[in-house]
């Protein structure tokens, strides 16, 4: 019986490597970063045999003109030329992907689908790159190699028997270029669909939407070097050493400049306390540690929207008698609606921001000094903040309180979101939305000579319950860990396996790749290490990081093997095949990527010229008018939200689960079951709880527990058998590792301001294991 295709119902998730030794939680009382992270990292370069090629690739990642960008997280280089410009995760990440391992013909011959099914994850990716396109035979239950013209030729013959275009969906996982990015965007709306899911979906849509709603544009509007001068910075929801840890240099910058660093976060995180800066190699030498952190507040998960409510009121009722508490002049000429904030604010009671945020009055208020008395703030945040039911809201809400005191268009100041995947940013300005926008579809027929489907296409979610229905029958993974990322991993595989076709684009072997459709594919790709030949000589492609610079990457290492292609050319390939009578120049295209670019210029705002400027020093930054104080909202103003509370407090017995990374994990891909900051050993499938409520439940430290989710229409899920770590987190709230976790999150359960899932606010009961 092939496992693969049997239903699988019962997904236990198997996904960490086998534990090196017994669990161990001894909670972390070190600086962030330093020579625990050196430690890690050569562990790494060994076990990835890449001791020799790892350094020297490490020496030129980031560099500006020579290097690839860090596939590692979508954090801006540093400007300035004066640090070696990377960090642990970076490293781990850039040395995953150079590995000598490969996963070739032999391998797939050795072992069958089924058989790989069993495997963790962490041992799939293990196995090192692929090496050439396969495809999935039924009769014997294993991939066997298939050449590259008949691979397109399946994808392009099994899309053009469609009945209708919409019957397949493009998934984008962050790491694609934005060349790459702008031909799948056009390969897809040429064949008449906008389903153009992304992993923005899970992830920041919640922000997007936000800004867009409140200043007209969906992206932050500080860069680096409003870091580097602001007065106070406020780090909401996001775990800075493990995610984006070369945000540790800015924040230790900032703390030595006398800066204002306020964290706002359930947990107390390694990047709120103290930091090795990590290539500053005197500090590193000396074990010198600089603070990062002036201020924590241990928000209720869910909670930030009432936290900032409050700073807002704090600094209203200031206002009464020191006017000088608000920028009355920027509201007046830049904003509308303010009154209406105002009175909402006046009209939401303490008791309730207390109860709804988790902190008391005294601590919102100091929070509240602090912003008051900065001259410039930036608010910085990340998942902790999007991936809630009122993600949008929370997001509208910080930018109400940084209008309140013009901290916008200005230096110093501005909504900073910290995205996650390297170029995530990058695919949704060249196109990869499933709701674009008329203007852009206008633009792109006219520019390309195709005729956009105007219908809105479907996300993440929709496209699983579509594909689940048997309305979506393709699915093409461009990129990413669809089966894993995901939530509700036993819907999801269902609905991959519902497909008629799966095809993945890929590095690494993973779930995605046995959890598939009738028939399969395999394709894998260049990474962004390694050099990308094409007749016209090396290519290199673009990214966009978090703060909207745009600059080129070009890969320095050999092919893992000469069977790979780019992803530009494999989506030439499968475009050819798929619209013989194209009149996209697909071929010409992959020629020279430059070609790719100009079209982009024609097509995308701020990307006039990119050629040219694209390869400036430190590249360029696209247009956001909202930074030059242009706000392409309705009313042609910075608009402030009225949005009411909404009530996060869990229900008696219930808490509010969190699902989270550890630090030794990229997304679905894990390094090692350890996560460090957090004092974990040798253990993924754990809960951290408040010692209160685990007394309450009569549960002690590494008990087994079972842990049971509530969704929206009433239906359970539930994990068994987690062990529970006392942690210092609010009363109320629990947390643990995505993906692992994603079996708890309802396919359902998805925010009707976002359509994002919640992976951040599951409703659960914990009780000790039955
Ligand atoms: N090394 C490494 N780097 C990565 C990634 C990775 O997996 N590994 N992933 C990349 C991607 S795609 C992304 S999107 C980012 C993700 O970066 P993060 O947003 O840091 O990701 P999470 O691990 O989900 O951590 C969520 C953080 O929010 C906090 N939190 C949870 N609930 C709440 C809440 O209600 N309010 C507040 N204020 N905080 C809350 C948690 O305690 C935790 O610190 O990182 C990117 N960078
Ligand atoms: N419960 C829960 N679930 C979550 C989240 C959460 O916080 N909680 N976070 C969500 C978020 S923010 C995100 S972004 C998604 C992530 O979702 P995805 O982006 O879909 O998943 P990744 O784990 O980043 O993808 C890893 C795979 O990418 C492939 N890969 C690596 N490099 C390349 C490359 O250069 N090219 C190509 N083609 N493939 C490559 C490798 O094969 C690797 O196995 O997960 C979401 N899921
Ligand atoms: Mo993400």
Request: negative net charge; hydrophobic residues 35%.
């Amino acid at each position: 019986m092939n496992a693969s295709q049997n239903g699988h119902d019962g997904v236990e998730p198997n996904v960490g490597p086998t534990p090196e030794g017994e669990p161990e939680f001894h909670p972390y009382h070190h600086p962030a970063a330093g020579w625990g992270a050196a430690k890690s990292v050569t562990r790494v370069l060994v076990g990835e045999k890449a001791l020799v090629d790892g350094p020297r690739a490490i020496m030129r990642m980031n560099h500006e003109r020579t290097g690839f960008d860090c596939p590692g997280c979508a954090w801006p280089d540093d400007t300035k030329g004066l640090h070696l410009d990377i960090c642990e995760n970076g490293i781990k990440h850039v040395t995953w992907e150079m590995t000598g391992k490969r996963v070739g013909p032999e391998f797939f011959a050795a072992h069958s689908v089924s058989e790989l099914f069993e495997w963790s994850d962490f041992d799939l990716e293990d196995q090192g790159r692929l090496t050439g396109p396969m495809v999935y035979d039924p009769e014997s239950d294993h991939y066997v190699p298939i050449s590259w013209r008949d691979a397109f030729e399946l994808v392009g013959r099994t899309l053009r028997e469609l009945d209708d275009p919409n019957q397949a969906s493009f998934y984008t996982s962050g790491r694609l270029g934005n060349e790459a990015t702008f031909l799948y965007q056009l390969m897809a709306r040429e064949l008449g669909t906008n389903n153009l899911p992304d992993c923005s979906n899970m992830c920041h849509e919640a922000s997007g939407r936000a800004l867009t709603a409140s200043l007209g544009t969906g992206k932050g509007t500080a860069d680096l070097k409003d870091w580097e001068t602001t007065d106070a910075l406020f780090i909401m929801g996001v775990n800075a050493a493990s995610n984006a840890p070369r945000m540790l240099t800015a924040l230790a910058e900032a703390y030595d400049r006398g800066a204002q660093i306020v964290h706002i976060n359930p947990l107390v995180e390694a990047a709120a306390t103290r930091t090795i800066v990590p290539h500053d190699f005197t500090d590193m030498a000396l074990f010198k540690s600089t603070r990062t952190s002036t201020l924590n507040l241990q928000v209720r998960i869910g909670g930030d929207m009432a936290l900032l409510r409050g700073m807002s009121k704090a600094v209203l009722e200031q206002a009464k008698t020191d006017p000088k508490a608000l920028d009355q002049e920027f509201i007046d000429r830049h904003t509308a609606y303010f009154d209406d904030y105002r009175a909402v604010c006046e009209a939401t009671p303490w008791d309730e921001i207390e109860r709804q945020s988790g902190i008391d009055r005294d601590g919102i208020l100091k929070a509240a000094q602090v912003y008051r008395e900065a001259d410039r703030s930036i608010m910085s945040w990340c998942l902790g903040v999007s991936q809630h039911e009122h993600g949008v809201d929370t997001v509208r809400e910080i930018v109400n309180l940084l209008l309140l005191r013009g901290n916008l268009g200005r230096e110093g100041a501005g909504p900073s979101p910290v995205r996650g995947h390297s170029n995530v940013q990058g695919n949704r300005t060249c196109g990869i939305d499933h709701r674009p926008g008329e203007e852009f579809l206008n633009r792109l027929g006219e520019v390309c000579g195709i005729d956009p489907p105007r219908e809105h296409g479907m996300d993440t979610v929709a496209t699983i319950q579509a594909m689940r229905r048997g309305d979506v029958k393709v699915f093409v993974g461009m990129g990413g860990n669809f089966a894993l990322a995901a939530p509700d991993t036993p819907y999801t595989y269902a609905a991959l396996r519902t497909c008629d076709l799966t095809v993945q684009v890929s590095t690494k072997l993973n779930r995605s790749h046995l959890v598939h459709g009738r028939r399969a594919l395999i394709l894998p790709c260049l990474g962004r290490t390694e050099k990308d030949h094409q007749r016209g000589g090396i290519q290199s492609t673009s990214v966009e990081d978090s703060m909207s610079m745009v600059h080129l990457s070009i890969g320095m290492k050999r092919p893992a093997s000469k069977h790979l292609l780019s992803e530009p050319a494999i989506i030439a390939g499968m475009a050819r095949a798929a619209l013989p009578d194209s009149a996209t120049p697909w071929e010409w295209y992959i020629e020279d990527y430059d070609r790719i670019r100009d079209t982009m210029a024609q097509t995308l705002d701020g990307f006039e010229d990119c050629n040219r400027r694209v390869r400036l020093p430190l590249g360029f930054r696209i247009k956001q008018p909202a930074r030059e104080l242009v706000f392409l909202t309705p009313s042609g103003q910075a608009e402030f939200s009225t949005a009411p509370l909404p009530d996060v407090v869990p229900a008696p017995g219930t808490l509010a689960l969190g699902t989270m990374r550890s630090h030794d994990q990229w997304n679905t891909t894990i390094y090692s079951d350890n996560d460090r900051y957090r004092g974990i050993k040798n253990l993924r499938t754990l809960v951290f709880m408040n010692e209160d409520d685990m007394r309450e439940r009569g549960v002690c430290e590494f008990d087994p527990v079972d842990i049971v989710a509530t969704a929206k229409d009433g239906t359970h899920r539930r994990l068994d058998g987690y062990l529970a770590i006392p942690y210092d987190i609010p009363r109320g709230c629990a947390a643990g590792y995505m993906p692992e976790m994603n079996v708890l999150c309802a396919i359902g359960d998805y925010s009707l301001q976002s359509d994002q899932p919640l992976m951040k606010h599951v409703k659960v009961t914990i009780e000790a294991h039955a």
